[in-house]
């Protein structure tokens, strides 16, 4: 079984609309989550935080549910420049472990 | 604030031969790490420096990888021979201590090995 699991997608989605993405991991050990975006040929790049109490940044809200090991990222008013694959991270000390991505296309 | 920079950006190498990758984390980050993403897999952790000491290397695939940050600032990560399954991009990270441990990569280094 993997450590931290994403439907891989892809997710086609028009212009204006809300997505939501999932993500479960196995190490229950795990303290840090983490959405991170990555864009064709670069780098990761960290979106965003996940507080237990669950967290919100302009269109993006994270939820965390430590009982079901559980990571969400729900992305409103979709962009086109939302289109990257996004991340998701847990993380026990300090390395990061790494779902494969969820790919998002965003079509006007 | 300059973020991490690697060095080289695409390194195409033949079979036996050797590779050295360098990273320069962003100023005043204590923690490095080095990962790899190969075809069609995950991002693994491969090691982290705490300055200049490793504090954990159980990523690193084999003795022919070899990862040194003298001086606690930049790091550089050889590869000696590589084989093609080494093929892959090599990614650098650096973050404060203590916090939440956000990690910040930079580009990456794509490594082909022929």
């Known amino acids: 079984r993997k450590e931290v699991e994403q439907d891989p997608g892809p997710f086609n989605v028009p212009e204006g609309a809300t997505v939501a993405f999932n993500c479960t991991y196995s190490n229950s050990a795990s303290q840090s989550f983490f959405w991170y975006r990555q864009d064709c040929r670069k780098e990761p790049k960290l979106l965003m935080s996940?507080?237990?109490s669950g967290n919100e940044d302009g269109r993006f809200t994270a939820q965390l549910n430590r009982a079901s090991q559980y990571i969400s990222l729900l992305i409103r008013d979709s962009k086109l420049s939302d289109s990257a694959t996004y991340l998701c991270v847990a993380s026990g000390n300090t390395p990061l472990v790494f779902g494969k991505g969820t790919r998002l296309s965003v079509i006007a | 604030e300059a973020g991490v920079t690697q060095f080289p950006s695409h390194s195409v190498i033949e079979k036996g031969q050797t590779v050295t990758l360098r990273c320069d984390p962003i100023?005043?980050?204590?923690?490095l790490y080095w990962y790899r993403r190969v075809m069609g897999k995950e991002i693994k952790f491969l090691l982290h420096f705490v300055k200049e000491s490793k504090q954990d290397e159980s990523g690193m695939p084999n003795n022919r990888f070899l990862a040194e940050r003298t001086g606690g600032t930049y790091s550089t990560l050889k590869v000696q021979p590589a084989e093609l399954e080494d093929s892959g991009v090599y990614f650098c990270?650096?973050?404060?201590?203590?916090?939440?441990?956000?990690?910040?990569f930079g580009p990456g280094t794509r490594l082909t090995v022929l």
């Open positions: 996940v507080y237990s």
């Open positions: 100023s005043g980050h204590d923690n």
């Open positions: 990270a650096s973050s404060r201590t203590g916090g939440f441990n956000e990690q910040f």
